[in-house]
C-alpha cells in the first residue's frame, strides 16, 4: 500500500516533471518564432531601404545622364554658331578689295613725286586722302542696312558694320540676318549712318572663339596699343583712320556713351575724360576739332564694358 502510494506519487512527480520539459522545450520554439519574425521583417526592412536607394540612385543617374546630354546639346549649338558665324564673315571678307593704307604713307594712287621728279613732301607728309576699298554696292544688295566695314589690321577684327533702328536686331542676328549669338558689328542707332557725328559708337560681342570684338580686350595692354595703333572704317565716301588714344574698362551708364556734342568745351571736357581713363597713356592728343569713335564690347562683368577710343586722321 506504501509502496502503490509512493509509486503513485513518483508517477504523479514524474508526469509534473514532464510537463515542465514539455514548456521548457515549447518555449524555445515560440521564441524561435518571434525572432523569426524580426529577423524577416528586418531582412523585408532592408530590402525596401535597398530599393529606394537604388531608385534614387537611378533617378539620380538619369538626371546626370541628361544634363550631360543637355550640355552636349548646348556646347554642340554653341560651336556650329561659332562655326557658321565665322564661316560667313569669311565669305564676306572677298568684298574688301585691297588693305588698308597705313597714315603717312602716300596711297597707290597718290604720287610721291612731282612732274620734276623731285619728292613731293607735302603728299608723302600729310595724311592721304579716303579711297574705297570695299565692294560697298556688293554688301548693300546682301543687305541694305551695311554701312561700311570695319578693320584693325593683323587681328581678327574685320567685319561689316549694320545701322538698324534699335540696338537690339544685331546682338543675335548675323550680317545676312541669320538668327546667331555672333550677331554682327552695328552702330548706336542714335548716331548718323555717315559718322558725321563728333562722336560715334560702335558696338560687337566679345565671343569665346576670338571673333567679332572679343580682341578689343588685347587694349589692356600698351605694347598691344603699340602694335595695333589704328582702326579703319570704310564708308560711301570712302576710306577713313583713326588713332586710339584710350583703352579701358567702363560701366554701361558711363559718360563715355554718351553723343551728341558740338564743337566747344564740353565736348573738348568730354575728351579728356575719355583720355583720362585709359588704362594708360597713349601719347596721343585730342581736341575739340576731332572727330571720335567708340569700340565697345561686354566683358566677363556682365554690368561693365571695354572700349576703346579712337580719333579721326583721315
Known sequence: MNERRKTGKNHSAGNTKQKEVRKKAAAPSGQGDRISSRSRRRAEEARRKRRIQLLIQGVFLGFCICLLCFSI?????IFLGYRSGDKEYEELRQYVLEEPSVPGNPLPDT???GESGEENA???????????????????????????????PDTMISYPMVHAADNRYYLSHTFRKESNKSGSI???????????????????????NGSMFAGLKDYSSKSYLTAHPYIYIDLTDGSHCYQIFSCHEADISDGCYTIGYEHDDVYAAFLESLKSASLFDS????????????????????????????????
Open 283 to 314: 601719347g596721343v592728343e585730342v581736341g575739340m576739332e576731332d572727330s571720335v569713335i567708340t569700340l565697345s564690347t561686354c566683358t566677363k562683368n556682365g554690368t561693365r564694358r571695354f572700349v576703346v577710343h579712337a580719333k579721326k586722321i583721315y
Open 122 to 152: 607735302e603728299s608723302a607728309d600729310s595724311s592721304p586722302t579716303p579711297m574705297s576699298r570695299i565692294d560697298l554696292d556688293a554688301l548693300q544688295e546682301i543687305n541694305s542696312e551695311a554701312i561700311g566695314w570695319i578693320e584693325i
Open 111 to 113: 604720287p610721291a613725286f
Open 186 to 208: 552695328f552702330l548706336e542707332t542714335s548716331n548718323s549712318a555717315d559718322f558725321s557725328d563728333l562722336h560715334t559708337i560702335i558696338y560687337g560681342h566679345n565671343m569665346k
Open 73 to 77: 546639346y548646348q556646347l554642340t549649338s
